[in-house]
């Protein structure tokens, strides 16, 4: 659907901005959904869909998070995996400043493996396989509680695995800057308490 030279969910963000910085705009519920209305009583009501697209949006578009993406995070319902989703999809892109949020918001999103594009990887896991290594070392130092040897179960590799066999120092595989080389990294890791000794699903240890 477009709306004029907007598509319908660019058109939404600017309905929803506007009508928030205006004094009489209030939220009027949260959880699953967020409306928000106006004086002449017209009022818009996003749901989690919309707000997962909208902060999905701001990831892919923005380095920095709006001050509205936490709002949209907000309406997302917990019980469903969007945030998960979105965790995921903030370790594959290296997006260090979405981290806070999305913490703020779900403590456990970046604790957790999900069934994202079919491979069950933590978002640990998912920023050191795309050589995100700034943003791994985020996680290490911001996530409390970070499951550091948790193994996808579908290669049966754990963080320290996929650091070692990476081996960048200052280029990744597609000639860009990793930030910090994976020798660090792995020492990053083992002194959080990552365990050299747990084997690949093909007996492989990382040391």
Known sequence: MRTGNLDSLEFIKIMYEASINQA???????????????????????????CYSLALNEINNNDEPSDLFR????????????????????????????????IETWSECFKVKDNFMDFDNTPLL???????????SELLNKVQDLDINLKSELFGTNALHIAVAKDYE???SNEKVVGIPNHQLVDELISKGA????????????A
């Open 71 to 102: 709002i949209y995070l907000q309406g997302i319902n917990p019980e469903h995996n969007k945030q998960r989703h979105l965790a995921q999809i903030v370790a594959m892109k290296g997006k260090t400043q979405f981290i806070k949020p999305l």
């Open 24 to 50: 009489s705009a209030s939220v009027v519920k949260e959880g699953s959904k967020n409306a928000f209305t106006k004086e002449d009583s017209t009022s818009l009501i996003l749901d989690n869909e919309v």
């Open 126 to 136: 998912w920023a050191i396989a795309n050589a995100k290594n700034i943003f791994a």
């Open 195 to 206: 365990n050299p000794n747990i084997k690949t699903k093909d007996g492989i240890y990382s």
């Open 170 to 172: 200052d280029m990744d």
